[in-house]
């Protein structure tokens, strides 16, 4: 019988994460009840060595989004279009320590299912302005 492989605990981590959104995945907003609605966002780090998430509301009722209500307003400004975000544009070294992003659920009754790489946090923030500054 072959032996059993270890995951890495991050690695771990990342996948029960990753199985939990493949499960919920992006039913249609009329599906879902009012407390599920909204996006949940996950920055995970080069390898997926760490990940964290938050889901986001809009208008913020919840507060589980430590800048909601700009995220929210950002959003809004592009109709939910994470590609067309303002960001908040500044200088950032050419470092390279991969972040990925990720947004799921919908977006006043649209389904989204989005991610994108950017090169370091720095660069993360300048593109993206407040979604994904938790």
């Given amino acids: 019988m072959p032996q059993a492989r270890r995951v890495p605990r991050p690695a771990a981590l990342t996948t029960a994460v990753l199985a939990a959104l493949a499960v919920t995945g992006s039913p249609a907003a009329a599906d ?19 990940i964290r998430g938050v889901r986001l509301t809009c208008p913020d009722t919840r507060g589980s989004h430590p800048h909601g209500a700009t995220a929210c307003a950002e959003l809004a400004e592009v109709d939910g279009n994470l590609e067309a975000l303002p960001g908040d544009p500044r200088p950032c070294t050419k470092q390279y320590n991969p972040v990925t992003v990720a947004a799921r659920g919908d977006w006043h009754g649209r389904p989204v299912d989005w991610h994108k ?5 720095c660069v993360l923030d300048s593109e993206t302005g407040a979604v994904f500054r938790f």
């Fill in 117 to 121: 790489a950017f090169p370091n946090a």
């Fill in 32 to 50: 879902l009840p009012p407390r599920e609605r909204g996006l949940f966002l996950t920055v995970s780090g080069a390898g997926d060595t760490w």
